[in-house]
């Protein structure tokens, strides 16, 4: 969008607006820088240029220090993560999805990334001021995640989100496609190091069955535990392999003699239990609690679970899952 605007101001201005230059940066996103007096024809001339975003006090705009124009027009920013790649996930640093895990959507031209993100969208930042009055809270506290349904937009604000083509809409300024938001950040904004995700949202983004992540090895989420030399099955080869190291998103397991170590997605990885097996339960609703394996399948198993009655010998059963790798073997 800058880049549109620089060329639609630099082919539209006329000598009564003073505007001398227009320029941007890829490494700012955001934001145009004009040379000019920022008299009131040019004022009314921004307002009537697209992309240019303005509240009720007017445009917004800030003066930049004489002492820092050589610096904007000489900067070279060398900036953090410009190795990104479609199909990278990356952790956000800032703002109302501080800490959530993203997937790389696109490498934009101006420098930046589109994630796709599980949208934090409460009730009120659905709307924007042109559809509603309501006051937005002052919280610090992020919205809990949740996919986007055009529906419930519907039916709570009775305004009609635009669908652009089968499950993709936008609605107050946003793009969602398969419930999950599409939202840009500057490079500085992200990072590629210690990815992790938690199992809900590992659960929200498979149930949002978005056709790109379909094939994405997923990071691991903080409540899977793997430990060296735990033996695992390999998903869909149905195989027996050994955990030799463990990473954000691939382990190396060995095979053995005929194939030695290769690289498999922790997505694809199910522990190895077997009756009798005594497991603890290290994340979700069962956290914390034990017992012995007396079955299940690929990515559910059932427990006997012990409980504290007057009977030391009282089990109960419990069925667990699907996030079969939320264990440790005792």
Not at 147 to 160: E, H, S
Request: hydrophobic residues 40%; glycine residues 6%; contains cysteine.
């Amino acid at each position: 969008m800058e880049h549109e605007l620089v060329f639609f101001l630099m082919q539209t201005a006329v000598p009564r607006h003073q505007l001398r230059s227009a320029f941007m940066r890829n490494s700012v996103h955001g934001w145009v820088y004009l040379e000019t007096t920022m008299n009131k024809d040019l004022v009314q001339h921004l307002l009537l240029s697209p992309g240019v975003v303005r509240r009720n006090a007017g445009i917004i705009r800030e003066q930049l220090d004489f002492a820092d124009w050589t610096k904007v027009l000489s900067q070279h920013h060398s900036a953090p993560n410009s190795n990104l790649a479609v199909g990278d996930w990356v952790r956000v640093l800032k703002g109302t999805y501080k800490g959530d895990v993203g997937y790389v959507a696109a490498v934009e031209i101006w420098g930046g990334v589109s994630l796709l993100l599980v949208p934090r969208l409460p009730a009120s930042s659905y709307l924007d001021s042109s559809l509603s009055k309501r006051k937005r809270s002052r919280s610090t506290t992020p919205p809990e995640p949740n996919l986007f349904n055009p529906l419930v937009a519907k039916r709570d604000f009775d305004v009609d989100p635009v669908q652009l083509e089968p499950y993709v809409y936008r609605f107050n300024g946003y793009k969602f496609e398969f419930g999950l938001i599409l939202k840009p950040f500057d490079l500085r904004s992200v990072s590629s190091m210690s990815v992790y995700i938690s199992a809900q949202m590992l659960f929200l983004y498979r149930s949002a069955d978005h056709p790109v992540l379909a094939a994405s090895p997923f990071p691991r989420p903080l409540e899977w535990h793997f430990a060296e030399d735990e033996m695992v099955w390999v998903r869909h080869s149905r195989r027996r392999c050994r955990i030799k190291a463990a990473g954000n998103i691939f382990a190396e397991v060995d095979f053995g003699m005929e194939e030695g170590l290769v690289r498999v997605p922790f997505s694809d990885l199910l522990k190895a239990f077997h009756p009798g097996d005594f497991v603890e339960v290290m994340g979700g609703p069962f956290q914390g609690q034990s017992g012995w394996v007396e079955g299940g399948s690929d990515d559910i198993i059932h427990i006997a679970v012990e409980i504290r009655s007057d009977d030391p010998t009282e089990v109960r059963d419990v069925k667990v899952g699907p996030f079969f790798n939320s264990w440790h073997l005792n």
